[in-house]
């Protein structure tokens, strides 16, 4: 007799991850990839965070810590916001998480039930869709595309629903697209979203990687939005599975009591090195000017291959082509680039399952060389 399997395994796999396996294996065949499929930095963490690791790892017993997280992180998160944003944030509003991963998690089930409505974007983070997707709550559609610099607009939310929404979740800048909301049209959103009742989820993760005007916050327009996070991006950690909210007020307790039932607290050793991560200015704006470097190049050369439809890329480190004057299986493009030229890139149905055949996304958060090799091969390949 077999077992039952729940439905909630049912969620698509986050695509990307499985174009990872297929470069894996290509490299493991002998036969060299250039990534440009994996949103990450090529660089590893900034020398203070290691060096404060290799300190907390000889002093520390590294236990389980507060729920949410380590005095001193949260305070240094809430300076954070006070020195790059001017924006006064209490720091028992900040809750440190398991990546901002685990700051979504969290945050869809302290604010939303099941069969509640939250509005995403597509295209967009896939995981948005399937987290909430597993959690039970419906995620809705709001298609964007460049007529819209692929961001919302109160005419975009009413035909979504409207005030019939029960949240919203944007990111700026956004992944697959990099483009930005101006600080207007953030504060339009979000007080959209005030006047109907939406909670309103910022999305922040790519703050600080931007090509033109900085990113603004949420914070900036009220206390009610959740604002999430992350160290992996910008401050060049992915694998230190670390983020952090910043949490209306009448969530924070039951965020906690989900938090200590579900993570118990995020990483301990993570959270010690996090805390000088903010320091580390230096390194991490250099790591920012490779990615300029790499998108200019990028800007340069992907429409002599014909990849020469791209979205705006005002931050993050992505280039959203459509690709529909090449293929239409954006799909099996990836496959034959791929095999063909050993450029490993990711189609846009893992960001958006109804028109994504038509579009390909290439990270360029890797070594300049490398995006310059790709650019050759794919130029030599198809231009
Ligand atoms: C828009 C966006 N949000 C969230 C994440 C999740 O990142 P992490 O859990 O490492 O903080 C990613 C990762 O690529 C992302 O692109």
Redesign the pocket.
């Known amino acids: 007799m077999s077992l039952k399997v729940g439905r909630r395994g049912g969620v698509p796999p986050f695509i990307v991850m499985d174009v990872m396996k297929a470069a894996a294996e290509r490299e493991a065949a002998g036969n060299g990839v250039l990534h440009m499929e994996v949103?990450q930095p090529s660089t590893g963490a900034p020398a203070g965070v290691v060096a404060a690791a290799k300190w907390a790892l000889d002093r520390d017993v590294l236990g389980y810590t507060l729920a949410l997280g380590i005095e001193p992180l949260r305070r240094r998160i809430a300076r954070h916001y006070r020195d790059r944003y001017d924006v006064a944030v209490d720091e028992a509003r900040i809750a440190v998480t398991t990546?901002?991963?685990g700051a979504f998690l969290l945050s869809f089930l302290a604010a939303f039930d099941a069969g509640d409505k939250v509005a995403i974007l597509r295209p967009g983070?896939p995981?948005y869709r399937n987290i909430l997707g597993a959690l039970g709550i419906e995620a809705v559609d709001v298609p964007v595309g460049p007529n819209t610099r692929f961001q919302p607009t109160p005419e975009l939310l009413d035909r979504a629903g409207g005030a019939k929404l029960d949240g919203l979740l944007v990111?700026s800048p956004a992944?697959p697209t990099g483009s930005m909301l101006t600080q207007a049209e953030l504060a339009a959103i979000v007080g959209y979203c005030r006047e109907r009742g939406i909670r309103y989820i910022s999305?922040e993760?790519?703050h600080g990687i931007t090509f033109g005007a900085p990113a603004a916050t949420a914070l900036a327009y009220g206390e009610d939005a959740i604002v999430i996070n992350?160290f992996?991006k910008y401050f060049s950690m992915?694998g230190w599975r670390l983020?952090w909210t910043v949490l209306p007020e009448s969530l924070v307790r039951p965020f906690e009591r989900l938090a200590q039932n579900l993570f118990i607290s995020p990483p301990s050793l993570a959270q010690h090195a996090a805390v000088v991560a903010f320091d580390c200015t230096e390194e991490l704006e250099a790591n920012v000017r490779r990615y300029a470097r790499n998108r200019e190049l990028l800007l340069a050369e992907l429409p002599k291959a014909g990849f020469d439809r791209l979205a705006p890329a005002d931050g993050a480190f992505y280039l959203y082509a459509d690709v529909s004057r090449i293929s239409n299986d954006s799909e099996r493009l990836c496959r034959e680039m791929l095999q063909a030229t050993g450029v490993a890139a990711t189609p846009g149905l893992d960001f958006d399952p109804a028109d994504g055949r038509a579009f390909v996304r290439f990270s360029f958060s890797g070594a300049t060389d490398d995006m310059a090799e790709a650019a050759r091969r794919l130029n030599a390949w198809l231009g």
């Open positions: 949103g990546g901002s991963s983070y995981c990111a992944n999305d993760i790519y992350s992996s992915t983020g």
